[in-house]
């Protein structure tokens, strides 16, 4: 018997199927053991020490659940000879393999093993060239766990004084890019203009106002020329008032061309985040990846996280084969892959379906689908030829206006890899040429809507904000994170809330324009009298990011990128440290506020020395709050007391002289910040037991449970004596939670939260 490991349940169960009886497939669920946390005594520490030719060996410490799924792992590889460890093909998955050698190589020899689809020839072959766990990939793997570590827990800690809840290596220069471009909207001098339009016999046709040496040329606020737009208003209506007034325009010049479009490579990670973020507006990267991992553990396409464009030659004849048989040997092209890019490690193919020639599988959910399509879509045409088009360039005249118009019609004459995306394209081209006459001196009647014509005054716009997807690209250009880091990235940037997600366009919070404006450019000094060291730029993450490639391939040392990095942070951290003493902090502010909230102008200068806040440094503050903690606690805050009345408003049987006395004082103004926490605290206690109506969602919990054991309303209500579900109470006391729970009971599930001796 032999054991096989993977990382999912859901893949485990797809090559179970492939592999029999013989093996035993079962999944760890990701990572088994990392650095310490939790409640781990060395939880705390931000870096272990190591000599300088190796690299720190911390005590790794289980990760969260996963003791118990290693237990039963152990327990049922006991009766095995050999053990695969076939995680994910990447620096990930080969941390994986390695920790559970680890801990299961004294039961059975473990082997280490590389698929990149999950089919079951892919699985024989891995299993027939298994070898040993990469060290170099492991060493990659530790390199970036020490770096983020170091840099989270030291500049998180940091950034706390602004009331920060941290700072990442990958992430702030992320947010950088979020920032940067609301600081370029902000900045941004709109420029006017006016355009005019219309439409002839489908075609748009646009005036063009001038030619680009004009002196009255129209520019942008970056000296663009557009021949569309002028700042002459008077033009712009003679144009309007000839289209209104008159029934058609006259062809004066067509010119005919040919141009192609060349298919696109497979989709990169990027590519495909990108692609579906563009396609379908509420396909963020986090659900983007997450279909793309459904897919890939059911063994429909490769391995999701990669940068590479190559494929391997079976699938393209078997593509080829089937583009042959639907369409012609005529749509059969020599194949596309793309650039080779400079930071790609190019580790394993592109993203493809495992089975090129299933053009939709059968037992898909719709997002999957929909997924896959897209996917198979990209991979056909990539092997298909060039799409072929004509284009007639017009320029025509109308009566009464002095200027040209000019529109263009295209027709396509080859679709080529066009094909293959026919079913996701809502638009169709045009196919044949114009039914009607476009040579020159020909007349084309203008249509007459509320569109056409159409009279424009509008001014330019500034950059549009970034969109999850846009943002992928961005950093994929800048060389910032890596295929297995770009959506959780962005999902951390949301859920820390440095960034919004408002309808699509991320948004720099307070707190993330803090972060990048204020707090990041501390991390900064000069270096040889001129170059500039900054930990959180983008040019360095990328830096660090090419070395961590360079070690997982051999091209680096990994104990040197490790002892180099650590130098070049302390280096800066002690930069920030002396620049955070130079003026006060959020915090200190906030706390030097709080503690003279009562005190009269004179007295709080009097404490400054008559200077303002931000003109004293941090230990001067600091010695300055010392005093003022000295003359006693803190009065309560604003909101600490209008959350106190807005609870004692919501409490029966108490008013404010009653909730005063729960903490020994007589009156508001001698509530201070401790006693306010604490009165808090007791009056959210007291509202908690206050009876109060049953919820929504309890109602429908409790229907659902009626139905299900075929009793009445009032059979059920009689179990906690009441009659109907109005009679029932909700809140901590209530007993519907109660009759909640005997319900679960008789359904067959287990009650939670109920205490030893409560069952009779």
């Not at 897919?295 to 079976?314: A, E, F, K, M, V």
């Not at 909730?659 to 306010?676: G, P, R």
């Not at 906690?720 to 909640?740: C, H, P, Q, R, T």
Request: glycine share 6%; aromatic share 8%.
């Amino acid at each position: 018997m032999k054991m096989l490991i993977v990382e999912s349940k859901a893949k485990s169960k797809t090559i179970q199927k492939y592999l029999g009886k013989n093996y035993l497939v079962r999944a760890c669920m990701g990572h088994v053991q990392d650095l310490p946390s939790g409640n781990h005594k060395e939880s705390n520490k931000a870096m272990w020490a190591s000599n300088e030719g190796s690299l720190p060996n911390p005590p790794w410490d289980w990760t969260e659940r996963s003791e118990k799924v290693v237990m039963s792992l152990k327990k049922e590889a006991k009766d095995v000879d050999e053990i695969f460890l076939a995680t994910d093909p990447d620096r990930e998955g080969e941390f994986i393999a390695w920790r559970l050698s680890e801990i299961l190589g004294e039961i059975a020899p473990c082997k280490r093993i590389v698929f990149h689809e999950i089919t079951k020839t892919a699985i024989e072959d891995a299993i027939s060239n298994s070898s040993e766990v990469d060290i170099q990939l492991v060493d990659a793997a530790k390199v970036r766990r020490f770096m983020d570590r170091l840099v989270g827990f030291r500049s998180s800690k940091f950034a706390r004084s602004w009331r920060l809840n941290s700072m990442g290596r990958v992430q702030t220069p992320t947010l950088g890019f979020v920032v940067e471009r609301e600081l370029e909207r902000e900045s941004f001098v709109p420029t006017p203009f006016f355009s005019v339009n219309t439409i002839a016999q489908g075609i748009n046709f646009n005036a063009k106002f001038h030619a680009k040496d004009d002196v009255d040329a129209w520019r942008d606020q970056d000296d663009k020329f557009d021949s569309n737009r002028t700042n002459d208003e008077k033009l712009a209506k003679e144009a309007f008032d000839s289209l209104t007034n008159e029934s058609s325009i006259t062809i004066t010049a067509n010119k005919n061309s040919n141009y192609s479009r060349n298919p696109s490579p497979p989709f990169t990670t990027d590519a495909l985040l990108q692609a579906a973020g563009g396609r379908w507006s509420n396909w963020t990267p986090k659900k983007t990846m997450r279909v793309a991992s459904e897919l890939y553990n059911s063994g429909h396409i490769t391995y999701i996280r990669t940068d590479s464009t190559r494929t391997n030659s079976s699938s393209r004849d078997i593509i080829k084969n089937f583009i042959n048989e639907k369409w012609g040997p005529e749509f059969v092209g020599t194949g596309v892959l793309g650039k080779k890019v400079s930071n790609a490690q190019d580790a394993h193919e592109a993203i493809r379906p495992t089975r090129p020639e299933v053009q939709s599988p059968e037992g898909l959910g719709k997002d999957e689908s929909q997924l896959y399509g897209l996917i198979w879509s990209r991979f056909a045409g990539s092997q298909m030829t060039k799409s072929e088009y004509q284009r007639y360039s017009l320029t025509a005249e109308v009566d009464g206006f002095s200027k040209t118009l000019s529109g263009t019609y295209s027709w396509r004459t080859h679709a080529g890899w066009e094909l293959a995306f026919e079913k996701l394209e809502r638009n169709k081209p045009n196919t044949s040429e114009p039914s009607f006459d476009v040579n020159v001196g020909s007349k084309i009647d203008i249509e007459k809507s509320d569109d056409s014509p159409r009279f424009i005054q509008d001014e330019t716009k500034p950059p549009r904000r970034f969109r999850q997807h846009t943002l992928v690209s961005e950093m994929k250009d800048r060389g910032i994170g890596r295929p297995s880091t770009y959506a959780t990235t962005i999902d951390k940037l949301i859920i820390r809330k440095y960034v919004n997600d408002e309808s699509g366009s991320l948004i720099p919070t307070e707190k993330g324009r803090i972060c990048w404006l204020e707090v990041a450019p501390m991390y900064t000094q000069e270096e040889d009298g001129s170059n500039v060291a900054y930990l959180f730029s983008a040019d360095f993450t990328a830096e660090m990011e090419e070395r961590l490639d360079a070690i997982e391939v051999g091209e680096r040392d990994a104990p040197s990128v490790w002892n180099g990095f650590t130098d070049h942070f302390r280096s800066l951290h002690a930069a920030a440290l002396e620049l955070k003493r130079q003026t006060p902090t959020t915090n200190q502010i906030m706390k030097f506020n709080q503690l003279t909230q009562k005190m009269s102008e004179d007295e709080i200068s009097d404490y400054l020395g008559g200077r303002e806040i931000n003109q004293i440094t941090g230990p001067e503050i600091s010695d300055i709050i010392k005093q003022l903690l000295e003359l006693g606690p803190p009065p309560a805050t604003e909101k600490q007391c209008n959350y106190v009345m807005s609870l004692i408003d919501g409490i029966e049987g108490i008013d404010i002289d009653s909730a005063l006395l729960l903490v020994e004082i007589q009156d508001l103004d001698s509530l201070t910040m401790d006693k306010a926490s604490t009165l808090i605290g007791i009056l959210k206690e007291k509202m908690s037991e206050q009876p109060r109506p049953i919820s929504e969602p309890q109602l429908k919990l409790l229907i659902k449970k009626i139905e299900q054991l075929e009793i009445s309303e009032e059979e059920a209500c009689k179990l906690v004596g009441s009659n109907s579900f109005d009679e029932l109470s909700g809140g901590k006391n209530g007993n519907a939670s109660e009759l909640i729970g005997i319900l679960i009971e008789k359904t067959g599930g287990k009650r939670r939260g109920r205490r030893k001796g409560n069952r009779k």
